[in-house]
Every structure is written in structure tokens, then in C-alpha cells.
């Protein structure tokens, strides 16, 4: 879908061009059917756009089954204010080695690839093209449509489906080193109100450490163990400031109208000196969350209803 001058409110960003695995995520998004959607270069890009009110929301990869999380994601989330995730979208990730046509899988000896699909790749590439190198790309697309600008590259690594948007010939299929990687993507918008809960749901946040000083991520950690918090995914990346200095992305299952959840999130802010809050939304999967009745919100109410019961 070409972008416009439409509103916002009509507009969509994601990391282009046509044909990425960003794309196919969006299109999973029923309110973004019929809109504008915007392809931009990189997730700063996207993001900015929403801050700007150029688009009403961005699509961006923020999970891989294989690589982990994504950095550049991470990192944009907590610098960038006023963001709210409000969905999450899950695509099955598989490539095709493609190259001008032409070129057979002899010639091949210089592969264009996103660092992120090299590397969910490089098993069967280093079977089947023994030697080759490698150019980095900013998408699984631009990867193959370098290959029609001259590219020193004889081939690259590209999604299935690559030639109805360019004129090249796939020289192999299925190619990923693991069949069943999935990238997890996010829907990020401007701050809004925070949806029902569902009874399937993921709370992401990013926190800091107080200090350095030891059994402090403990610390961190005992706010959600406490309560009967799980942590589906826990990463640290570097704030910049200083050596040693880190912040945790974290995603939480549940709901921030869970008691659980809001308990734990009033420990983490006693705790930390500064807690970014992204959003609570429903998961991709559609899987409930099961807790223990001792963390239910019944026990978190009754617990109340007697502290306050002593205090009168």
C-alpha cells in the first residue's frame, strides 16, 4: 500500500520496502486494513512518526526465536517517550537465496543479508557456499533489490515470496537453520488508555538498578517472585552512561489491572529510580495464563480487606 498525504489517524509506519517480514505483521493488524502504510528505514524512523503524529501507530520487530532480542528496538523504547505498545504479532520466519538472473549457485561467493537473517542462515551457508562473504543490508528486501543496483554481491538472503516484487530467481528454499523461528513484533502507539485485560495478556516494562552494589538485581528480581510474576523474556542492554551501567527489558505475564502485576510494578518502583512502563496488551498466542490461587486477586483483596481490618 503506496504511503500518501492522508492523516494520520489513516497512516501506518513499518520497516519497508514492500515484501518484509514487517509487513506481514501488519497485515495481521485488522485496523490497519484499507490505511495508508508508510515504509520507512529503520524502527527510529517508525517511532519517530508516531511521536511526530505522522502515523497513528508503528509495526517493529522486537523478538526473535533464534537471535533474542532486538537491540535497536530496545533501545529506541526507552529513549523514546510517550510510546505504548498495544498489540503483539507473531511471523513465522523461513528464506530463499536469491540472485540476478542467471547466476547459479557456483557463482555465488558474496551474499547480501540483514545481519539478523544472516545469522538465523549461516549454517546452511557456510554447508552450501563454503567461503562466501558477506554484506550487511538494512532489510531482508533491501537485500535482494541491491542485488538489480549492481551489487557487489552475486546473491542474498531474502523472504519467500521476494520475486512478485523484484525480477530475480530463487537458487534455494527454506533455508534458515531452524524451521521453526518466529520474530515477535509489537504495534506501538502514542500513550493511550490501557485495554481490558483478557485473561491472556503481557505487560512489558524496562527497568534500572539503584546501583552497582551486590544482589541488586536480585533485588530486582524478588519483586515478581514474590508476587507469582513470571517473566517471559528479561534482557539487559547498556544505558551509556557509564560503564557497568544497564537497563532490563522485561516482559511480565499478565495485566497491570491484575493485582499481582500492579503490586509488583509498586515494589519495582520503590526499588528503581526509573521505570518505564510500555504497556499491557494481549498476547499473539492466545494462551491463558495460569497462576496459582495464593496470587490471584482474590487473595491480594482479602490480604487487604484484613490489613485494613487491623488498622480500624
Known sequence: MPADAHAPAETYSYLGPAGTFTEAALAQVTAAQGKNWHPVNNVGEALNDVVAGRSIAAMIAIENSIEGGVSATQDALATIPDLRIVGEFLVPVNFVLVARPGTTRADVSIVNAHPVAYGQTHLWLDKNLPGHGHIPASSNVAAAANLLLNDHANAA???????????????????????????????????????????????????????????????????????????????????????????????????????????ALLGLKRFSPNVIFLGSYARADKLPIEVSTRYGDDSFLEAREWLNGLMN
Open 157 to 263: 538472503v531474502a523472504p519467500p515470496g521476494i520475486t512478485k516484487h523484484y525480477d530475480l530467481e530463487v537458487l534455494a528454499t527454506d533455508i534458515g537453520d531452524n524451521p521453526n523461528a518466529v520474530t515477535r513484533f509489537v504495534l506501538v502507539s502514542r500513550t493511550v488508555a490501557v485495554p481490558d485485560r483478557t485473561g491472556s495478556d503481557k505487560t512489558s516494562i524496562i527497568a534500572e538498578l539503584p546501583d552497582d552494589k551486590a544482589g541488586r538485581l536480585l533485588e530486582m528480581l524478588e519483586q515478581f517472585a514474590t508476587r507469582g510474576v513470571n517473566m517471559s523474556l528479561i534482557e539487559s542492554r547498556p544505558i551509556g552512561d557509564a560503564l557497568g551501567r544497564y537497563r532490563f527489558i522485561i516482559d511480565l505475564d499478565g495485566h497491570i489491572h491484575d493485582e499481582r502485576v500492579a503490586d
